[in-house]
């Protein structure tokens, strides 16, 4: 019986689970933005504001220096990646300074196609906005000057050949009304 165990096990063993949460924290101060289950999700939160706590204590200036180190390495225990932990104390705490809490946002998105999981956004409130990038149709790319055009493969697909995808010769050419393969 579960009697008030309040660890949520996420079906794994329990070097799996800290191993899991460990990569999760790291990936989220990375890009500050992952998208896992809600499951998970509800279970990183806490592992990430303790963190971010830890680095906010050390930019107190009445904190020892004893203190910084050890929350340093505190944080090192699960965020393996040194440029990550960094980053965590430089920029993401020097952030959060005045606020109190809640560092971290659950934004619920539809279900997964595959398993019908539950899916979600969790990601830092106050977040670096990640440059845009321009979407570019293929019509606009194939005009653009100083693009060489493409050797064309003999097919009246209209895309050049640096534009298709690897997995484009698995699917059928419509226009054509070929099989798979591109032989």
């Known amino acids: 019986m579960r009697k008030r165990n309040s660890v949520k096990q996420l079906n794994r063993v329990t070097s799996h689970r800290?191993?899991?949460?460990?990569?999760?924290v790291t990936s989220l101060f990375d890009h500050e933005r992952i998208i896992t289950t809600r499951a998970r999700a509800k279970a990183l939160r806490p592992y990430t504001e303790k963190l971010i706590t830890r680095a906010r204590k050390n930019l107190d200036p009445a904190t020892s220096e004893h203190a910084k180190l050890h929350n340093k390495r505190e944080v090192l225990k699960i965020v393996r990646d040194r440029d990550i932990a960094k980053k965590l104390f430089e920029d993401?705490?020097?952030?959060?300074?005045?606020?109190?809490?809640?560092?971290?946002?659950?934004?619920?998105?539809?279900?997964?196609?595959?398993?019908?999981?539950?899916m979600s956004i969790i990601e830092l409130v106050e977040r670096k906005e990640q440059p845009k990038?321009?979407?570019?149709?293929?019509?606009a790319t194939a005009t653009v000057p100083g693009n060489?055009?493409?050797?064309?493969?003999?097919?009246?697909?209209?895309?050049p050949q640096r534009?298709?995808?690897?997995?484009?010769?698995?699917?059928?050419?419509?226009?054509?009304?070929?099989?798979?393969?591109?032989?």
């Open 18 to 24: 800290h191993a899991m949460m460990r990569n999760m």
């Open 92 to 118: 993401i705490a020097a952030r959060f300074k005045e606020r109190p809490g809640g560092y971290t946002r659950i934004i619920h998105l539809p279900e997964r196609a595959s398993d019908s999981a539950q």
């Open 133 to 139: 990038r321009e979407r570019r149709s293929r019509q």
């Open 148 to 159: 060489a055009p493409a050797k064309d493969s003999g097919k009246k697909s209209g895309v």
């Open 163 to 183: 534009e298709k995808k690897w997995f484009s010769r698995f699917r059928k050419d419509k226009e054509e009304g070929e099989g798979g393969s591109e032989g």
